[in-house]
């Protein structure tokens, strides 16, 4: 069975840092491309940062310069390592990825998520 586990998550305070963890297992081929995305309270899902198979990176704005994406492809994880936190990155963090199946094509996999928490 073919599962995404996030992990990390927890109480900072602002300015703080904290680094979120994610691991694919199961039978997979390869990784296509791990996002991260986040849901504050009372608001929509959105994209956070993406690393693609070659090792590109891309980020919100908001998150830009405070927030680094990257990818372990031996142990088929992400990371996020997002310092000098704010209260509005107070959310809910979502790991999303779409692999290649050993059999059966692509799949989209997402975790169950993990909460941050920054105290003003």
């Known amino acids: 069975q073919v599962q995404l586990v996030e992990s990390g998550g927890g109480l900072v305070q602002a300015g703080g840092s904290l680094k979120l963890s994610c691991v694919v297992s199961?039978?997979?081929?390869?990784?296509?491309?791990m996002n991260w995305g986040r849901q504050a309270p009372g608001k929509q899902r959105e994209w956070v940062a993406t690393v693609t198979s070659t090792g590109s990176t891309f980020y919100a704005d908001s998150v830009r310069g405070r927030f680094t994406i990257s990818r372990n492809p031996a142990r088929n994880a992400a990371y996020l390592q997002m310092n000098n936190l704010r209260f509005e990155d107070t959310a809910v963090y979502y790991c999303?990825?779409?692999?290649?199946?050993?059999?059966?094509?692509?799949?989209?996999?997402w975790g169950q998520g993990t909460q941050v928490t920054v105290s003003s």
């Open positions: 999303n990825s779409n692999v290649r199946m050993e059999v059966g094509g692509d799949k989209e996999l």
């Open positions: 199961g039978s997979i081929s390869t990784i296509n491309v």
